[in-house]
């Protein structure tokens, strides 16, 4: 059969998969079934209302650093097993991922599946890592029909927002810790031969794929065992040689180019080692190769604090190229858009929200794209409107009077004169009457009586002074470290 072949059946098996949910759905109870958030997402699904709200210990696994196998590259807390101390076989065969199966049968997320959980609670659907699983095949004796391999970090690029564990060069140069190679050599090959000819999909991430040599083993063991598979695999960009223009010929290669930038200097301070030129000069032959061998080339971009209003130039991008675009939600301090204020979230939410109404949608691909777009702004509209409620909280006030506020720290004091005569003098200070939010009096009587007088006498008045008209301008005390 031939990959459009079997990419027509999929399409089939997925059209059957909608039908026969949209008529047991309604029949069958779930542990999260009446959560409106879980329902919507049940019905965005290309399946339909799957009861089962992942497939991924059916039809996955994950082969992670340090040889940790796990059920995908988002739960790294739910161990199958670790190789080498158990082989493959044992690992597929383990307790723990029937165990997980059974977990997420009953829409059970509680299981290292939080990542999910909390993209489809703000309504990111697009970007829940779970549907990726729903148009897989399920093979007998539960075999993955998709593997996952994030086996070494080594990787030529420091960027801003990533760390040692996924970059040797951070390892090296910026974490100036050693690089520890991982288990995996020939005889993990070995032991996936029985199992690579049942698979429909294989996924390589890294470090750079590209530059990770027990890659190539792989490839050509599915090449040589299974060449209808699909190779998906996501690279920086950097990288593009003769060697990997004859792979891309050979084999289902299904490329990712992760670009964060249009605008070279930031492309360049945020992917650092890296050459814009060189890295859309390597796109352009990604899509050329995937072109000839009918596969579509997609684009990965983190939006972040520092690239945020660059994403519909972005997605416009993508249009022009004819790819598709995928937003990875980023978890980094100081990247992590949700660390952005109130009025920082509620603008980019109106601007990605102006953007959408002026995209193209005049074929699947720029279609897809939007739909993307509209899951990344549904979500940072949840994450806004969290964090308004919050602030509104914090800004019901109430009026709080100088004795009535001596009256509710002094008894944290303990009779401690020192300390009370100190807290008299800084409560003389202020006005006789201040407003004050539930927060505020909640953290007021929540503060343990050790710590106010451990505070209270190892701070000078003006210190002391000083915290206290700070908490009552800002809702909160300084940050004296």
């Known amino acids: 059969m031939t990959f459009y072949s079997d990419t027509y059946h999929k399409i089939l098996r997925i059209q059957r998969r909608w039908l026969w949910n949209q008529l047991k759905f309604p029949l069958l109870p779930g542990k999260y079934k009446n959560t409106p958030a879980i329902r919507k997402y049940m019905f ?23 040889g940790n196998v796990q059920p995908c590259c988002f739960n790294r807390e739910h161990l199958y097993g670790k190789y080498p101390e158990k082989s493959v076989s044992e690992i597929l065969e383990s307790p723990n991922r029937k165990k997980l199966q059974h977990a997420l049968q009953n829409q059970d997320f509680t299981y290292g599946c939080k990542h999910c959980y909390n993209q489809i609670k703000t309504g990111n659907y697009e970007g829940a890592e779970a549907r990726l699983y729903d148009g897989l095949k399920s093979n007998e004796k539960w075999y993955p029909s998709e593997m996952i391999f994030e086996l070494d970090n080594t990787c030529n690029l420091e960027c801003i927002m990533c760390e040692g564990r996924f970059s040797s060069a951070i390892l090296k140069n910026r974490e100036h810790k050693p690089y520890k190679p991982g288990p995996y ?61 004859n792979l891309l010929k050979r084999g289902h290669f299904q490329i990712g180019v992760s670009i964060d930038s249009l605008q070279k200097d930031k492309f360049e301070t945020i992917r650092k080692n890296a ?43 993508c249009n022009d190229k004819n790819v598709f675009v995928y937003f990875n939600t980023v978890y980094t301090d100081g990247f992590d858009l949700r660390e952005l204020s109130c009025k920082e979230l509620e603008e980019l939410v109106l601007y990605y929200r102006k953007s959408i109404n002026t995209l193209p949608t005049s074929n699947y691909l720029q279609r897809r794209n939007l739909k993307f777009l509209k899951s990344l702004t549904s979500q940072i509209h949840t994450w806004w409107q969290e964090k308004k409620a919050e602030h509104d909280k914090r800004l019901k006030t109430k009026t709080i009077t100088r004795n009535d506020l001596h009256a ?7 009779d401690n004169p020192n300390a009370q005569d100190k807290l008299v003098t800084i409560i003389n200070t202020l006005p006789e009457t201040l407003l004050i939010s539930d927060h505020q009096l909640n953290h007021l009587n929540n503060i343990k009586d050790d710590e106010f007088i451990w505070e209270m006498e190892n701070n000078d008045i003006k210190t002391l002074r000083y915290i206290i008209e700070y908490f009552f301008e800002n809702q909160t005390f300084p940050d004296m470290q």
């Open 408 to 414: 509710l720290l002094s008894g944290k004091l303990n």
């Open 185 to 245: 050599n020939e005889k993990l090959v070995e032991q996936l031969k029985p199992y690579l000819s049942k698979l429909e999909v294989a996924k390589f991430m890294g470090g750079e794929p590209f530059l990770i040599n027990i890659h190539y083993k792989i490839w050509d063991a599915i090449l040589e065992t299974n060449p209808r598979c699909v190779i998906n695999l996501q690279t920086n960009g950097t990288v593009f040689n003769d060697k990997i223009a």
């Open 44 to 66: 965005s699904r290309a399946t339909g209302p799957d009861p089962v709200v992942c497939h991924a210990p059916y039809r996955s696994v994950y082969f992670g650093f340090n």
């Open 275 to 317: 050459v814009f030129e060189k890295v859309l000069d390597n796109l352009e032959k990604f899509i050329a190769a995937g072109k000839k061998s009918g596969h579509h080339i997609n684009i990965s971009t983190c939006p972040m604090q520092q690239n945020r209003y660059e994403i519909p130039d972005i997605l416009r991008f």
